[in-house]
C-alpha cells in the first residue's frame, strides 16, 4: 500500500474523513485554498475531480461542477498545477477521481510519472472495468499510485473478487444510481464491509450520498471511514469564492462525528 494512504487508516480507534472537491471549481485559486482549508479542518485525504464532459457516476451537483471548471478553462495539467501548489504548503494525502478518457488522452505513463512528481497518492476512476483495470493498474503502480478500487451494491457476487485485488483503499459505494445528497442511507454497508474483510485488510471507506454528521458517523462506524463530496460541492456553489470558513466548520463537524466513535 502506498505509504501516505496506509497512515490515513493505519490506527484502528482513528476513523478517517475523506473530503471531495472539484478542481478549477469555482477556480484554481479557490481549490487550492480551499483544499487546504480543510486539511487544516481535519480531513485525513483529499480527492480531487479532475473536470470531464460526460462523468457518468455523477450526480447533478458535482455534474454542474465540472462544466463549471471546464468553462473556467480548467485541463488536466492545471489540476497538476493545483496539487503542485497544494504541495508547496501540505503533504495531506491526495487522490485524483476522474475517468478513463482523460487519463488515456493524456498517456498513462506520462499521467503517472506527473502524478509521482507532484506526490499524487492513488486515482479512482469509476467507468473503468474491473476486468480492464489492468492497463491502468500496471502504469500506476510502476510511478507508486494506487488505483483504488470501487465496490458497489450491485457488485453482490463480485464483491470479493473485487476486494481481493484492491490496494491503497476500497470506495464502498452506498447507494445505487449516481454521486448526491441522500436523505436516508438503506444498503446494509456492514455486510458489504463484512464480506470484503474475508479476503484482504485493506481499508473501507464508504461514500455517495453522505452529507450530514450523524450519516458520517453511522457509515464510519461499520468501516474505516466516510467520504463527502456533492455536499462539500454545493457548499462552494453557494458560496464561491467565500466558501472558506464555511467547508472549515463544515469539514470540521464531519471530522469530529467520525472521530468520536
Not at 470501487?150 to 473485487?162: D, L, W, Y
Amino acid at each position: 500500500m502506498n505509504n501516505k494512504l496506509s497512515k490515513v487508516f493505519d490506527n484502528p480507534n482513528h476513523k478517517a474523513f475523506i473530503a471531495f472537491i472539484t478542481a478549477g471549481d469555482p477556480s484554481a485559486d479557490c481549490t487550492v485554498s480551499y483544499i487546504l482549508e480543510m486539511a487544516e479542518a481535519g480531513a485525513d485525504l483529499i480527492e480531487i475531480g479532475i473536470p470531464f464532459s460526460d462523468p457518468t457516476a455523477e450526480g447533478v451537483v458535482i455534474q454542474e461542477a465540472n462544466i463549471r471548471a471546464l468553462r473556467g478553462g480548467m485541463t488536466t495539467d492545471g489540476v497538476f498545477d493545483i496539487a503542485r501548489r497544494v504541495r508547496e504548503k501540505s503533504q495531506v494525502p491526495l487522490v485524483f477521481m476522474t475517468y478513463l478518457n482523460p487519463v488515456f488522452h493524456y498517456g498513462y505513463d506520462r499521467f503517472f510519472a506527473r502524478c509521482e512528481e507532484l506526490g499524487v497518492d492513488g486515482i479512482i476512476i469509476p467507468d473503468l472495468p474491473f476486468e480492464e483495470k489492468d492497463e491502468v493498474a500496471v502504469p500506476a503502480a510502476a510511478h507508486n499510485v494506487s488505483l483504488i478500487s470501487m465496490i458497489a451494491p450491485t457488485s453482490e457476487s463480485r464483491i470479493q473478487k473485487i476486494a481481493s485485488q484492491a490496494e491503497g483503499f476500497i470506495y464502498v459505494v452506498s447507494s445505487m444510481g449516481v454521486t448526491g445528497v441522500r436523505n436516508e442511507i438503506k444498503t446494509d454497508i456492514g455486510s458489504m464491509v463484512e464480506s470484503i474483510r474475508k479476503v484482504t485488510d485493506v481499508p473501507c471507506a464508504v461514500g455517495f450520498g453522505i452529507s450530514t454528521p450523524e450519516q458520517a458517523a453511522a457509515m464510519a462506524a461499520v468501516s474505516d471511514g466516510a467520504i463527502v463530496g456533492s455536499a462539500i460541492v454545493k457548499l462552494i456553489a453557494k458560496e464561491g469564492e467565500n466558501a472558506a470558513p464555511v467547508l472549515r466548520e463544515y469539514v470540521k463537524s464531519m471530522k469530529e462525528a467520525v472521530a468520536a466513535l
